[in-house]
Every structure is written in structure tokens, then in C-alpha cells.
């Protein structure tokens, strides 16, 4: 079946230390790849996308995304953590196949400590 | 306004009521989803607008879920019979075409509904 997994339920890191958000998909053919953050608050925003070419994506607030085919994953990366990078972190998948609707993974609350 | 708007905010109701969630996109955007979010969930997708036509309303759980968009821009998600399963935060997404696989999509800040 098709899924999108987030295998870690929250995560907790301290500030200044680097990020891994790991994101893990199923589908026949890569799919576009998405990145969202989830603040108090506020709407889900786009951090950064992938959609084919250098497997390596740069988004907004730092933060960075590795596609790697072999291990159909999308792991979300940020060198420095900061106190602000505190909320919900969800991956999101479209097939590629002109259909349109982004599907969410479960999600990954981050948590930073002092 | 700028971004996606959603109202009413927060909305209690009884088992059995009728509700109506209301979700204004952002101005000329034509491409409008409905998804919901249970408490430790991602977002589950319900319904896709592109106009004022379902596109694909595939993710709608059963047919106490209704929405329409009859003029392009607004669009109202209907809930009758409502359960306490139904409870959850209801989040409106718009985009300038049909975004999820080019683009990127405009979340408004949701609608949580509690069933009591």
C-alpha cells in the first residue's frame, strides 16, 4: 500500500545542536516530496519541496531535505537548531502521476531544550 | 485578507447537530481543499475544489459530510448527524491551480470542532 511514514513521534534537541527529521515513503515511482511546519497557532506553512533533479533541497528557516531513492527516503535536515524551530514537523508525498492531493505522514513534534 | 481564512475558530456542539464550516481562500486562488486533523494525525484529506467543482471528493468519510464552493472563491464544509468521532480540527488549504503536485498549498490556521 502507499504510505508516507514519520517513524519518530517527537523528537527533543537542543538548541544550537544539529536536526535530523527522518520521513520514509511507499510508491511505485518516486513521488514529489514534501516538507510542512505546524507552529502554536498558526497554519501548516511549506518548508521545501522535491519534485526531480539535485537530490539535495534548500527551504526556508534553514532548514534542508536529502532525497535519497535507495532508501525511498526524505529526511529533513537544519544545522543549528533554535528555540523557535519548535513545532510539528509533517512530510507529505503527491504520486507522481498528475493527481493532486498531498498525502501527510503522522507527524513529528520537536521539542528544544535551553 | 492575505492569507486563507477559517471561521468560526473553535465550535462545540451536540451529538446530532448540524454544523457549518466556513473557509475563505486566499483571493484568486482556484484550487481549494478541505482536510482533517485528529488529535497526534497528520491531515487527512476530504475534498478537492478546482472552481466550483469537486475535483475529487474521495477522502469525505460518509454522507453526512457535504461542501460546496457554488461560486468559486468561498467554500462551506457541512457535517449533519454530527458524532463524537467527528470531532477534530478541520483545515482549508488553497492554492493558484491545482497545487499538490506543482505547487504549493496555503493553509488557513483550521476550525476545531468538538462533539459532545
Known amino acids: 500500500a502507499q504510505s508516507v511514514t514519520q517513524p519518530d513521534i517527537h523528537i527533543t534537541v537542543s538548541e544550537g545542536a544539529s536536526l535530523e527529521l527522518r520521513c520514509n515513503y511507499s510508491?511505485?515511482?518516486?513521488?514529489?516530496l514534501f516538507w510542512y511546519v505546524q507552529s502554536p497557532g498558526q497554519g501548516l506553512q511549506l518548508l521545501l519541496k522535491?519534485?526531480?533533479?539535485?537530490?539535495l533541497v534548500q527551504g526556508i528557516k534553514g532548514f534542508e531535505a536529502e532525497f535519497k531513492r535507495s532508501q525511498s527516503s526524505f529526511n529533513l535536515r537544519k544545522p543549528s537548531v533554535h528555540w523557535s524551530d519548535a513545532a510539528e514537523y509533517f512530510c507529505?508525498?503527491?504520486?507522481?502521476?498528475?493527481?493532486?492531493?498531498?498525502?501527510f505522514g503522522k507527524g513529528t513534534m520537536l521539542l528544544v531544550s535551553p | 485578507g492575505a492569507g486563507v481564512s477559517q471561521t468560526p475558530s473553535n465550535k462545540v456542539t451536540e451529538k446530532g447537530k448540524y454544523v457549518e464550516l466556513r473557509c475563505d481562500p486566499i483571493?484568486?486562488?482556484?484550487?481549494l481543499y478541505w482536510y482533517r486533523q485528529s488529535l497526534g494525525q497528520g491531515p487527512e484529506f476530504l475534498i478537492y475544489?478546482?472552481?466550483?467543482?469537486?475535483?475529487?471528493d474521495s477522502g469525505l468519510p460518509n454522507d453526512r459530510f457535504f461542501a460546496v464552493r457554488p461560486e468559486g472563491s468561498v467554500s462551506t464544509l457541512k457535517i449533519q448527524r454530527t458524532e463524537r468521532g467527528d470531532s477534530a480540527v478541520y483545515l482549508c488549504?488553497?492554492?493558484?491551480?491545482?497545487?499538490?503536485?506543482?505547487?504549493?498549498?496555503?493553509f488557513g490556521e483550521g476550525s476545531r470542532l468538538t462533539v459532545l
Open positions: 507529505a508525498v503527491v504520486p507522481n502521476s498528475g493527481y493532486s492531493t498531498l498525502t
Open positions: 483571493s484568486g486562488h482556484t484550487a
Open positions: 522535491y519534485f526531480s533533479g539535485d537530490t
Open positions: 510508491y511505485g515511482a518516486t513521488p514529489y
Open positions: 488549504a488553497s492554492s493558484p491551480s491545482s497545487g499538490g503536485g506543482a505547487g504549493e498549498l496555503f
Open positions: 475544489f478546482q472552481g466550483t467543482g469537486a475535483a475529487d
